[in-house]
C-alpha cells in the first residue's frame, strides 16, 4: 500500500510545483532593457589615422571619436585655391579693362586716324571747289572722297574700341567672369566640407559599443565606424500574447524589477502596444504562449526623476501584474 501511494505522491508534487510556476509566470512577464542604437558612417573614404575612444565608453555630443586620413581633400583644395586664383585674375581683367599700355596703343591710333580724317576732309573741299570750276575730273574727285570716308570710318571704328576698352569689358563678359569665380569659391567650400568629415564626432551623449575598424584600414564612404546607444533614449520592451492585454493599458503606471541590480524597483509608463510582426523579435526566453494568439510588444518609459544610467542594455527586466502580485515599489 505504502508503494502504491509514492506515485501519487510524485504527481501531486509535480502538480503543485507546474501551479506554483503558473502563478509567477503569471505574476510577472519578462522583458528587456532597450536603447536607440546610433551608427556613425562617414561620407568620404578615409583610412583610420587615430582612435580616441574604447568600446563601453560615455562620450557626450560633439567629442572627436576617430580620425581619419583623407589626402584626396588637401589635393582638392589646392586645385580648388589654383581655380579661385585664375577667376578672380580674370573677372578683376573684364571687369578694369585694358592696361595702361593697351590705353596708350589705342590713343595714339585714334590720333593717328584723326590726322588722316583731317587731312582727307581738307582734300575733298579742295578738289569739291576746283570740281564746281570744271578744273578736275569727276573721277579723280570720287577717288579722294572714297578715301575720305574710308578715313571717317577707320577713326569712328577706333573711338568706339578706346571707349569700350575704358569702360572695361561688355557686362555678360564680366558676369560670365564673376561666374567662374563663385564657381570656384563653391568648389573651394566643398572640398572644406569634406576635410571636416575627417573627424568623426559624438552628435549626441551616447554609450560607444562597438568600433569596427582598426587604426590603418580603409573606411569606405557609407560604412558604419563606430556604433553605440543613446544614452537618454532607454525603454523596456516585453512581449505579450492577446489574452494578457487586458491587464494593462497605453498610458498607464507598472511596476517594474532589474533583477541585475539586485532586484531594483521602479515605476515606468506603457508608451506604446503594438502588433508583434517577428517571432524573433520576442523578448521571453522560453515562451509558452497558444500559437493561436497574437503577440503584442509593450514598450514601457521610465518615470522622470528615476537613475537608469547603469542599467545594462539587453538586460533582463520584469514586469509585474498588478492583478495577480502584491509588488510594491522601494
Known amino acids: 500500500m505504502k508503494h502504491s501511494s509514492i506515485p501519487l505522491l510524485y504527481s501531486m508534487l509535480i502538480l503543485c510545483f507546474s501551479c506554483t510556476e503558473k502563478s509567477a509566470k503569471e505574476s510577472s512577464w519578462e522583458g528587456k532593457v532597450e536603447r536607440e542604437q546610433l551608427s556613425l558612417v562617414t561620407k568620404v573614404p578615409g583610412r583610420v589615422a587615430e582612435i580616441r575612444v574604447q568600446e563601453g565608453q560615455q562620450v557626450q555630443a560633439g567629442d572627436t ?138 552628435p549626441q551623449a551616447m554609450t560607444v559599443e562597438r568600433i569596427n575598424l582598426k587604426i590603418g584600414e580603409l573606411a569606405l564612404a557609407g560604412y558604419t565606424i563606430i556604433s553605440g546607444t543613446i544614452d537618454e533614449s532607454i525603454y523596456f520592451r516585453f512581449t505579450l500574447p492577446e489574452d494578457k492585454l487586458k491587464d494593462f493599458q497605453q498610458g498607464s503606471t507598472v511596476k517594474l524589477i532589474i533583477p541585475s541590480k539586485n532586484k531594483l524597483a521602479l515605476q515606468g509608463t506603457i508608451t506604446s502596444i503594438s502588433a508583434l510582426t517577428s517571432y524573433a523579435s520576442i523578448t521571453t526566453a522560453y515562451p509558452d504562449f497558444d500559437q493561436q494568439q497574437a503577440l503584442f510588444e509593450l514598450k514601457i518609459k521610465p518615470l522622470a526623476g528615476v537613475n537608469t544610467v547603469n542599467l545594462l542594455t539587453k538586460s533582463t527586466v520584469l514586469l509585474k501584474n498588478e492583478a495577480n502580485s502584491s509588488f510594491t515599489t522601494k
Open 65 to 202: 571619436l576617430l580620425l581619419l586620413e583623407i589626402p584626396e581633400v588637401s589635393a582638392k583644395e589646392d586645385q580648388a585655391r589654383g581655380a579661385i586664383e585664375s577667376a578672380s585674375a580674370q573677372y578683376n581683367m573684364a571687369k578694369k579693362g585694358a592696361t595702361e599700355g593697351q590705353l596708350k596703343q589705342l590713343n595714339a591710333k585714334v590720333s593717328a586716324l584723326k590726322e588722316q580724317l583731317d587731312f582727307a576732309e581738307k582734300s575733298v573741299n579742295r578738289l569739291n571747289n576746283l570740281l564746281q570750276d570744271s578744273l578736275v575730273a569727276q573721277q579723280k574727285y570720287d577717288e579722294v572722297y572714297a578715301k575720305y570716308q574710308g578715313a571717317k570710318s577707320q577713326y569712328i571704328a577706333a573711338v568706339a574700341e578706346l571707349e569700350e576698352v575704358r569702360n572695361g569689358a561688355r557686362v555678360e563678359q564680366q558676369e560670365m567672369a564673376l561666374g567662374q569665380k563663385e564657381r570656384a569659391l563653391g568648389a573651394l567650400t566643398e572640398v572644406q566640407v569634406a576635410g571636416k568629415e575627417r573627424f568623426i564626432i559624438a
